[in-house]
T-cell receptor, first 113, second 110 residues
Framework: ETAVFQTPNYHVTQVGNEVSFNCKQT?????MYWYKQDSKKLLKIMFS???????VNETVPRRFSPQSSDKAHLNLRIKSVEPEDSAVYLC????????????FGPGTRLLVL | GQQVQQSPASLVLQEGENAELQCNFS?????MQWFYQRPGGSLVSLFY???GTKHSGRLTSTTVIKERRSSLHISSSQTTDSGTYLC????????????FGAGTRLAVCP
């Protein structure tokens, strides 16, 4: 049963363009995350929000910016994409922090040409 | 160096065989989790296991903190077990961040 929704599923764009990814969870969780999974399948956290507040901000390029309108939504904007941004972006949520079970969305696959 | 190391990197089994996946870490931790990722799919949480042994159907997870390792045992493997198994830990002092291993890719053949 899918309770973490991501759009789009797949996006192809060119270097320099702006893209936005959306994530919504219907689990009533307080915390949401963005992860990046590279071609080697290594998963790295990018951002974490708790009740609309940014609590984790890993060292990512400034062109990445998360946006949260409420605790059920966490979007990700990339201002000017680069080829190395090609990856799968996974959104997740958990009731509290990282010690709770995290529930993942299906991911958004980005290809930058 | 890499803080979370998983082994083997890949594994091929005949249906019915057992598997033991390892996760070794070089840092103290607050929590340890195991996830399963279907080919091309999202992650599913298997275990939250900061210490001790937990069972779920054919799966068993054992975490031994003082030895800095966690294992995932799959018994009587099925073709539907094929996919990638990832361990992730929350390091001590690293609030709300999971550090993932590179995963073990499992293929179970009929």
């Amino acid at each position: 049963e899918t309770a973490v929704f991501q759009t789009p599923n797949y996006h192809v764009t060119q270097v320099g363009n702006e893209v936005s990814f959306n994530c919504k969870q219907t689990l009533g969780h307080d915390t949401m995350y963005w992860y990046k999974q590279d071609s080697k399948k290594l998963l790295k956290i990018m951002f974490s929000y708790n009740n609309k507040q940014l609590i984790v901000n890993e060292t990512v390029p400034r062109r990445f910016s998360p946006q949260s309108s409420d605790k059920a939504h966490l979007n990700l904007r990339i201002k000017s994409v680069e080829p190395e941004d090609s990856a799968v972006y996974l959104c997740a949520s958990s009731p509290g922090g990282a010690r709770d079970t995290q529930y993942f969305g299906p991911g958004t696959r980005l290809l930058v040409l | 160096g890499q803080q979370v190391q998983q082994s083997p990197a890949s594994l091929v089994l005949q249906e019915g065989e057992n598997a033991e996946l390892q996760c070794n870490f070089s840092t103290s931790l607050n929590s340890m989790q195991w996830f399963y990722q279907r080919p091309g799919g999202s992650l599913v949480s298997l275990f939250y296991n900061p210490s001790g042994t937990k069972h779920s159907g054919r799966l068993t997870s054992t975490t031994v903190i003082k030895e800095r390792r966690s294992s995932l045992h799959i018994s009587s493997s099925q073709t539907t077990d094929s996919g990638t198994y990832l361990c992730a830990l929350e390091r001590t002092g690293s609030f709300n961040k999971l550090t993932f291993g590179a995963g073990t890719r499992l293929a179970v053949c009929p």
